[in-house]
């Protein structure tokens, strides 16, 4: 199979080649995590945060909580992808309606490019979480736009083009409890106001590595084998909730079915940082670096919901294992 890929050539793409010896799919940076356990004054942790590429260099959206723990997003940018600047304030939403922009608090943002402009969203705090929308052309100027949904939902996920002239996002739907409801859903939107069309993509269970709660990451790649999805895939355990980091192919033209899963996770838990923090035992991905000349991943992650760190991969590999692996459901 030789994949081809749709998307932006990224030639200083972060990277690092698969250690001597090392079998996995996914593999970390050397020096993670990327960012520690306090990036700005009274800040306790930078986590679960997008990064795109931006005029020769890096930006992102981050996750940034701080000694009440309450979650707000900020900008931050980077010249190489591993060393970060945050401005010290949070981004301020524009919106001319007041009720679009109240909100309690703001986490988990992922950044997609659709047609020249960067859509944030987040799970957005209005009467529990739902999925908040804003647009910016320069991470400067933010308009908040509606909010996509009804509480409660989560992992807000856009894809990267318009599929049939309709924009597409993934979610998690959930409810007041901690994420008992646990699967991939679809939806679409003329607008980015108005969505329907909801689509079950695929659910929680077996094998036990996902039997607790699934969700998308980073916004899909296009490759010619299908759109090539990362996801979070959460178990539970006698000592809580385990979130491991897997990948599935959806279909081109209807993304809400899965071509093939793969039937294990790519990476677990093990490293010190993902073992020590806030939350143990969390890998989180958001952030999704593709070059598309030749199929490097850069996958930015959360760890124990309390680091930034950085693995890395091949969607060539990673395409191949899923159609040689897949889940049997």
């Not at 306790?44 to 981050?62: E, K, M």
């Not at 859903?185 to 689509?199: A, C, I, N, Q, T």
């Not at 980073?218 to 990948?247: D, K, M, R």
């Not at 070059?291 to 395409?319: C, R």
Request: with cysteine; net charge neutral.
């Amino acid at each position: 199979m030789k994949l081809s890929i749709v998307g932006p050539e990224i030639p200083n793409i972060p990277w690092q080649p698969r250690p001597a010896g090392n079998q996995d799919l996914l593999w970390r940076y050397d020096a993670n995590p990327v960012i520690g356990r306090r990036p700005l004054p009274r800040v306790t942790g930078i986590y679960n945060s997008a990064v795109v590429p931006w005029q020769g260099g890096f930006i992102g959206v981050f996750r940034t909580e701080g000694m009440d723990r309450v979650p707000h997003l900020h900008v931050g940018r980077s010249p190489d992808g591993y060393k970060f600047t945050f401005e010290p304030k949070p981004i301020d939403f524009k919106c001319d309606d007041p009720e679009v922009r109240k909100h309690e608090y703001a986490y988990d943002p992922r950044v997609t490019e659709i047609e020249g402009t960067h859509y944030v969203t987040w799970c957005n705090g209005y009467h529990g979480p739902t999925i908040g929308i804003a647009k910016t052309k320069d991470f400067v100027a933010f308009e908040q736009l509606e909010n996509a949904f009804l509480p409660y939902n989560r992992n807000g996920v856009l894809f990267p083009k318009r599929i049939n002239g309709k924009f597409l996002m993934l979610s998690r739907p959930s409810d007041t409890g901690h994420t008992p409801f646990g699967d991939i859903f679809l939806s679409e939107s003329p607008d980015l106001v108005y969505w329907g069309k909801h689509r079950h993509v695929m659910g929680r269970g077996w094998p036990w590595f996902q039997g607790q709660k699934i969700g998308a990451g980073p916004s899909p790649v296009e490759t010619s084998e299908g759109w090539l999805l990362i996801y979070h895939a959460v178990t539970s355990t006698c000592n809580g909730f385990v979130y491991s980091i897997s990948a599935m192919l959806l279909d081109l033209e209807q993304p809400w079915k899965v071509v093939a899963c793969a039937n294990q996770a790519l990476l677990c838990p093990e490293a010190e940082y993902e073992l020590k923090g806030f939350v143990p035992g969390v890998c989180f991905p958001v952030g999704l670096l593709c070059d598309a000349k030749t199929g490097k991943l850069a996958i930015y992650y959360g760890a124990a919901d309390t680091f930034s760190a950085l693995a890395f991969g091949n969607a060539q590999d990673i395409v191949q294992f899923i159609k040689d692996n897949p889940l049997k459901r």
